[in-house]
Every structure is written in structure tokens, then in C-alpha cells.
């Protein structure tokens, strides 16, 4: 059971270029969650999906847009990468049983905007 | 913003010891949870509290929440090696919706042999 998998797991953009980050997983979640996590800032929520076709904004939604075509699937996309959106980023899910939510995280996509 | 602030920040103990991490948050919440992130890794779900509960433990670990004060605790007793990484509190606002959790900065904790 692979859980939650983000690809690519590194990548180096220039500012101004554009790139998407896939996530995917298998334990048929309904809820599906970014973050990005800063040196001394914890992690941040970027957007969000309560279900397939759905997207919500989160803490620090600006420079990045979201798709969740699929259930299983949550694209991150950032359509004109800036220096400030090096980081490292987290994608997870999470079954919509009740309130209390535990939240499964993938390995994380390390990326550098020159 | 960030809700929840750990204390310390870092943390270094010797193998067998017990560490203490403290979580302060600012907003009512539904429930409080513990992850832990090894070096390079994604966060892994340790413990939850919900905000009627005062205490819960699993295995090694002990949660303390009190809801007065908006402060949880983490306790891991006869602490190993394999426990150095950092330990991130987590709450789940009072509204019910998606687990929309805002994550505190997180203790480095040092387990050394």
C-alpha cells in the first residue's frame, strides 16, 4: 500500500517558469490537503479538496492554483514560480469520518526557484 | 498565522530519558494532535486529543491537553535513538469542516546514546 505519493521529489525551476506537482492516493480519501513547510515556520496550508472536483483556498493560496480532477489525484500548480516559493511541500489526505481527522502525509517535494 | 508555538525548540536528552515537549495555541479547537517528521521525511500522526478529553496515552507516548490554559503537552518516556525528529503539535479548529490543521514550528529533539 504506497499511501500518499508526490512526484517530483526535487526540482529546480528559474523564476517565471511554471511546473505542477502531482500527488496521488490510494486509500480512497475524500480529503486531500498542501502544505508547505518554511525553516521556522511550521507547515502552512496552501489549498485544499473536500472531495473530487472541489477546491478550497487555505493560509497562503496566492501564486498557486489547485485542480482535483480525479479523487485520487491533487495537482499543485504554480504558473510563474517566484524565489519566495522555495520550499518544501507536503501533500496529504485524510477520510472524512467525523470531525477529528488524522491527516496522512506523503515524502515531500523539495523545490528551488533561481 | 500560526496557532500552535512549541517549547522548546530544541531538545537534547540521552538515550532512556524521558523528553517533554509543550504545545501553546491560541483559538478554541476540536482536537490536538501530535505528529512527528524525521530528517528529510513527511510528517507521520502520532497521538489525538480531542478538547473533552484531558489525557491519553499510547505505548511510550503521554498527551496532556488543558483547555484553559490552551496547552497540550507531549511526553515520551524511556526515550530511544529512533525517537530524534521533530515533534509538530497540530489543531483542528471548532467549525467542522476538512481537518484544516494549523501546525506549530515544531521541537528538534536529540535522543543521543
Known amino acids: 500500500n504506497a499511501g500518499v505519493t508526490q512526484t517530483p521529489k526535487f526540482r529546480v525551476l528559474k523564476t517565471g517558469q511554471s511546473m505542477t506537482l502531482l500527488c496521488a492516493q490510494d486509500m480512497n480519501h475524500e480529503y486531500m490537503y498542501w502544505y508547505r513547510q518554511d525553516p521556522g515556520m511550521g507547515l502552512r496550508l496552501i489549498h485544499y479538496s473536500v472531495g473530487e472536483g472541489t477546491t478550497a483556498k487555505g493560509e497562503v493560496p496566492d501564486g498557486y492554483n489547485v485542480s482535483r480532477l480525479k479523487k485520487q489525484n491533487f495537482l499543485l500548480g504554480l504558473e510563474s514560480a517566484a524565489p519566495s516559493q522555495t520550499s518544501v511541500y507536503f501533500c496529504?489526505?485524510?477520510?472524512?469520518?467525523?470531525?477529528?481527522?488524522?491527516?496522512?502525509f506523503g515524502e515531500g517535494s523539495r523545490l528551488t526557484v533561481l | 498565522s500560526q496557532q500552535g508555538e512549541e517549547d522548546p525548540q530544541a531538545l537534547s536528552i540521552q538515550e532512556g530519558e524521558n523528553a517533554t515537549m509543550n504545545c501553546s495555541y491560541k483559538?478554541?479547537?476540536?482536537?490536538l494532535q501530535w505528529y512527528r517528521q524525521n530528517s528529510g521525511r513527511g510528517l507521520v500522526h502520532l497521538i489525538l486529543?480531542?478538547?473533552?478529553?484531558r489525557e491519553k496515552h499510547s505505548g511510550r507516548l503521554r498527551v496532556t491537553l488543558d483547555t484553559s490554559k490552551k496547552s497540550s503537552s507531549l511526553l515520551i518516556t524511556a526515550s530511544r535513538a529512533a525517537d530524534t525528529a521533530s515533534y509538530f503539535c497540530?489543531?483542528?479548529?471548532?467549525?467542522?469542516?476538512?481537518?484544516?490543521?494549523?501546525f506549530g514550528t515544531g521541537t528538534r529533539l536529540q535522543v543521543t546514546l
Open positions: 497540530a489543531t483542528n479548529p471548532n467549525t467542522g469542516t476538512a481537518s484544516k490543521l494549523t
Open positions: 486529543i480531542r478538547s473533552n478529553e
Open positions: 496529504a489526505s485524510s477520510p472524512p469520518s467525523g470531525v477529528a481527522r488524522e491527516l496522512f
Open positions: 483559538t478554541s479547537i476540536n482536537n
